[in-house]
């Protein structure tokens, strides 16, 4: 009982502290789970409509196009600008897709498996597959369906399982190739029949075939006078603030503008100090005097140049246009240099000359995959059954184990640096040494390869040169000099108006009131500046960044405010309005004096202007760009209206106002074919609308881009 009293008297304290107990399973289990939702609003990289974008799914698109990219470039790498466009590709893409897919489920139209086998083994082959080299025949220069059939059985997952392991690598990377063009196909398939669809609704007629024919066939040749809108000054001209709105309130609509960031920043480059090129200068010097005694050149090239040494011979035509100078006029032995330009020291020594074929066209049958043995037992075997008179082509298909084997062992020509760089030294010495139809064995990291030369060129003066190279770069001590130096100025002026107000007399050129959005990749001309601009969307006004290292210059920004998405406003887009405004009204005047003179001639409207008599021929309406006079569309239109021989009333244009003459009109002789002509005009608004079609689609979608948290 005591207990028990014990424990009621301590009731509102048992009370609290139960409370707090459940208080802290129940936000402890909150947390759990708003951590969840946290990681998964972090992993959201976009929003379409509703649907949701991971960065995992994002990237893993971007890796496949960059590793597609590297395949057909033969690249090991890509540049930062080539993945910033693939970055930007794979998300507009992703963006088509989802806008497309919901327009096109609402009609219930797909591609099916048919339509898809067609397409790329049937009696339809796209045109994407067409296109590709690798299914083009060498001789016809067509495409070739069974080149085609081939890789695919070539690249089955049966097919590959029976391949060497170092095979089925190449095997599976080929694979991935072609399913990613797979996938592509099918979605281009699906946009076209949806933008089909839509261009079937719009149609030319008969009157419209009539009217792009007349446009097109009737050309006119005009003498014309122009009074410039700069003979007047603008000070002369009043234009009222209401007027500026008016017009502003017209072109609404083109002011729109995504949300934005405004920076001042400056950009340091980091050049080489003179130290550095002082530095360079004795360094190749001092490689010039043991150029000229030492045996070892290959190394000597090899641990100073940029340029490794290449043990062949080039043509003249392979060598640039200072190394083709001295190799074409130097003796064996010779030494150029140094020469300094554009920042880079260079230095040659001809090695040797030769006059032999410059390119060699080799096929070969390659063994791998067997025995060191077994493998030369098989190669002994085939040069045997060769010198017995067999097909080289036939065994090539039957025994080498590359894809060559498919065109009787064919490689294609070779150059010695190719021979050297694409396969090894000893490939290359051999077949620049064996005869035209001859046959020998030659081995490299791929296996065995049994070569033949089929063909050679004419001989030529092919030269073997030592070229170093030297780049004056920035040394660690010029890095940190410019790098302190910033620093220093950032720190003594901390603030927006500090570093405006004493950036010039630092000697900094301050970039004062740079717009940028979430979609830019550049700050103005600078490379690799991204990083400055997801600065700017995680910063707010007031903000001085950090120094960032753009390639070959320190960047340093200060935030100066934000835009917010919608239209620019009307202080921002006045000045232009009121120079057109002061335009149109410079026109009217023109004009109205010039009419009211009642002139018959246009020499004597030229007279008036203070100009001189011009002429241009061949303008139309269609006329885009008339020559010497630039884009005019309401002259255009005037002289495609105008009576031959008869003086124009003034006309007001975009730079001046016209007084125009149509002394000819031409007629091209082509017959008008009114069934061509529609279906001309059809297939050109086709293409229009299918563009317009999907971009309409993209414009009207709910997309938040956060992209710029990521990269």
Not at 40 to 60: L, M
Not at 89 to 113: K, N, P, R, W, Y
Not at 188 to 209: C, F, M, P, V, W
């Given at each position: 009982?005591?207990?028990?009293?014990?424990?009621?008297?301590?009731?509102?304290?048992?009370?609290?502290?139960?409370?707090?107990?459940?208080?802290?399973?129940?936000?402890?289990?909150?947390?759990?789970?708003?951590?969840?939702?946290?990681?998964?609003?972090?992993?959201?990289?976009?929003?379409?409509?509703?649907?949701?974008?991971?960065?995992?799914?994002?990237?893993?698109?971007?890796?496949?196009?960059?590793?597609?990219?590297?395949?057909?470039?033969?690249?090991?790498?890509?540049?930062?600008?080539?993945?910033?466009?693939?970055?930007?590709?794979?998300?507009?893409?992703?963006?088509?897709?989802?806008?497309?897919?919901?327009?096109?489920?609402?009609?219930?139209?797909?591609?099916?498996?048919?339509?898809?086998?067609?397409?790329?083994?049937?009696?339809?082959?796209?045109?994407?597959?067409?296109?590709?080299?690798?299914?083009?025949?060498?001789?016809?220069?067509?495409?070739?369906?069974?080149?085609?059939?081939?890789?695919?059985?070539?690249?089955?997952?049966?097919?590959?399982?029976?391949?060497?392991?170092?095979?089925?690598?190449?095997?599976?990377?080929?694979?991935?190739?072609?399913?990613?063009?797979?996938?592509?196909?099918?979605?281009?398939?699906?946009?076209?029949?949806?933008?089909?669809?839509?261009?079937?609704?719009?149609?030319?007629?008969?009157?419209?075939?009539?009217?792009?024919?007349?446009?097109?066939?009737?050309?006119?040749?005009?003498?014309?006078?122009?009074?410039?809108?700069?003979?007047?000054?603008?000070?002369?001209?009043?234009?009222?603030?209401?007027?500026?709105?008016?017009?502003?309130?017209?072109?609404?609509?083109?002011?729109?503008?995504?949300?934005?960031?405004?920076?001042?920043?400056?950009?340091?480059?980091?050049?080489?100090?003179?130290?550095?090129?002082d530095k360079v200068q004795a360094d190749i010097e001092s490689i010039k005097s043991e150029l000229e005694t030492t045996d070892r050149i290959a190394d000597l090239v090899n641990e100073n140049s940029e340029i490794p040494y290449v043990d062949a011979f080039f043509s003249e035509g392979a060598l640039d246009a200072e190394l083709k100078q001295f190799a074409t006029t130097a003796e064996v032995g010779a030494i150029y240099g140094p020469v300094f330009d554009n920042d880079k020291y260079r230095l040659f020594k001809l090695v040797d000359k030769t006059n032999a074929a410059d390119s060699v066209k080799v096929s070969h049958i390659m063994l791998a995959g067997k025995g060191?043995?077994?493998?030369?037992?098989?190669?002994?075997?085939?040069?045997?059954?060769?010198?017995?008179?067999?097909?080289?082509?036939?065994?090539?298909?039957?025994?080498?184990?590359?894809?060559?084997?498919?065109?009787?062992?064919?490689?294609?020509?070779?150059?010695?640096?190719?021979?050297?760089?694409?396969?090894?030294?000893?490939?290359?010495?051999?077949?620049?040494?064996?005869?035209?139809?001859?046959?020998?064995?030659?081995?490299?990291?791929?296996?065995?390869?049994?070569?033949?030369?089929?063909?050679?060129?004419?001989?030529?003066?092919?030269?073997?040169?030592?070229?170093?190279?030297?780049?004056?770069?920035?040394?660690?001590?010029?890095?940190?000099?410019?790098?302190?130096?910033?620093?220093?100025?950032?720190?003594?002026?901390?603030?927006?108006?500090?570093?405006?107000?004493?950036?010039?007399?630092?000697?900094?050129?301050?970039?004062?009131?740079?717009?940028?959005?979430?979609?830019?990749?550049?700050?103005?001309?600078?490379?690799?500046?991204?990083?400055?601009?997801?600065?700017?969307?995680?910063?707010?006004?007031?903000?001085?960044?950090?120094?960032?290292?753009?390639?070959?210059?320190?960047?340093?920004?200060?935030?100066?405010?934000?835009?917010?998405?919608?239209?620019?406003?009307?202080?921002?887009?006045?000045?232009?309005?009121?120079?057109?405004?002061?335009?149109?009204?410079?026109?009217?005047?023109?004009?109205?004096?010039?009419?009211?003179?009642?002139?018959?001639?246009?020499?004597?409207?030229?007279?008036?202007?203070?100009?001189?008599?011009?002429?241009?021929?061949?303008?139309?309406?269609?006329?885009?760009?008339?020559?010497?006079?630039?884009?005019?569309?309401?002259?255009?239109?005037?002289?495609?209206?105008?009576?031959?021989?008869?003086?124009?009333?003034?006309?007001?244009?975009?730079?001046?106002?016209?007084?125009?003459?149509?002394?000819?009109?031409?007629?091209?002789?082509?017959?008008?074919?009114?069934?061509?002509?529609?279906?001309?005009?059809?297939?050109?608004?086709?293409?229009?609308?299918?563009?317009?079609?999907?971009?309409?689609?993209?414009?009207?979608?709910?997309?938040?881009?956060?992209?710029?948290?990521?990269?």
């Open positions: 009982m005591a207990t028990l009293e014990k424990i009621r008297s301590k009731a509102g304290l048992l009370v609290l502290v139960v409370g707090l107990a459940l208080f802290a399973f129940i936000i402890g289990d909150f947390l759990n789970s708003g951590s969840t939702y946290f990681r998964q609003s972090q992993e959201r990289i976009a929003e379409i409509d509703g649907e949701v974008i991971k960065i995992q799914d994002y990237q893993a698109r971007v890796d496949e196009m960059a590793e597609i990219y590297k395949m057909q470039s033969g690249s090991a790498s890509l540049p930062e600008e080539y993945m910033t466009q693939i970055r930007q590709s794979v998300f507009d893409g992703m963006v088509q897709e989802i806008v497309l897919d919901e327009a096109t489920e609402q009609l219930g139209m797909v591609v099916s498996s048919e339509e898809l086998f067609d397409m790329v083994q049937g009696e339809n082959i796209s045109p994407l597959i067409q296109q590709m080299q690798m299914f083009v025949n060498p001789q016809t220069g067509a495409f070739d369906k069974s080149a085609l059939l081939s890789f695919l059985k070539q690249i089955d997952v049966d097919n590959i399982a029976a391949y060497p392991a170092d095979q089925q690598a190449q095997l599976l990377q080929a694979q991935n190739f072609w399913l990613f063009w797979e996938k592509n196909i099918k979605r281009q398939r699906l946009e076209s029949k949806y933008t089909t669809l839509l261009s079937k609704a719009i149609s030319a007629n008969a009157l419209d075939a009539k009217a792009a024919y007349d446009e097109a066939v009737e050309n006119s040749d005009i003498v014309y006078a122009m009074q410039s809108y700069s003979t007047i000054p603008d000070s002369t001209i009043a234009v009222s603030d209401s007027e500026i709105k008016r017009l502003y309130e017209q072109r609404k609509e083109s002011y729109k503008q995504k949300a934005s960031k405004v920076i001042d920043y400056i950009a340091v480059d980091i050049r080489p100090s003179k130290d550095d090129y060191e043995a077994e493998t030369k037992a098989l190669a002994d075997s085939l040069m045997a059954v060769l010198k017995g008179g067999a097909s080289f082509e036939e065994l090539a298909k039957q025994y080498s184990a590359d894809q060559a084997a498919e065109k009787g062992g064919e490689l294609g020509w070779f150059t010695e640096a190719t021979a050297l760089r694409g396969v090894n030294a000893e490939f290359k010495d051999a077949v620049f040494s064996t005869p035209i139809n001859q046959v020998t064995i030659v081995k490299s990291m791929y296996g065995t390869h049994l070569v033949k030369v089929t063909e050679k060129t004419a001989n030529v003066a092919k030269y073997k040169v030592a070229d170093i190279d030297m780049t004056v770069s920035p040394s660690s001590k010029t890095y940190s000099n410019i790098y302190n130096e910033l620093n220093q100025f950032i720190s003594n002026n901390h603030s927006v108006d500090k570093i405006a107000a004493n950036a010039k007399e630092a000697g900094y050129n301050l970039i004062s009131d740079a717009t940028v959005t979430k979609d830019d990749q550049l700050l103005g001309s600078v490379q690799n500046s991204r990083q400055v601009i997801r600065w700017a969307f995680q910063n707010d006004k007031g903000a001085i960044s950090e120094i960032f290292e753009c390639n070959d210059k320190f960047v340093v920004a200060a935030m100066k405010g934000s835009i917010d998405e919608g239209y620019r406003p009307l202080e921002m887009v006045a000045a232009p309005l009121k120079a057109e405004l002061i335009a149109q009204k410079k026109g009217e005047q023109i004009a109205a004096s010039l009419a009211a003179k009642n002139l018959t001639s246009v020499e004597a409207y030229a007279e008036a202007m203070g100009a001189k008599m011009d002429s241009v021929k061949f303008v139309n309406f269609a006329t885009r760009r008339i020559s010497g006079i630039g884009i005019e569309p309401n002259l255009n239109a005037a002289v495609a209206m105008a009576q031959v021989n008869q003086v124009s009333a003034p006309v007001k244009g975009n730079n001046g106002v016209y007084v125009f003459k149509v002394y000819a009109r031409n007629t091209d002789s082509k017959t008008y074919d009114e069934a061509e002509q529609v279906r001309t005009l059809d297939a050109s608004m086709a293409y229009r609308v299918g563009f317009q079609a999907i971009q309409s689609l993209v414009n009207k979608a709910e997309i938040e881009d956060n992209r710029i948290r990521f990269y």
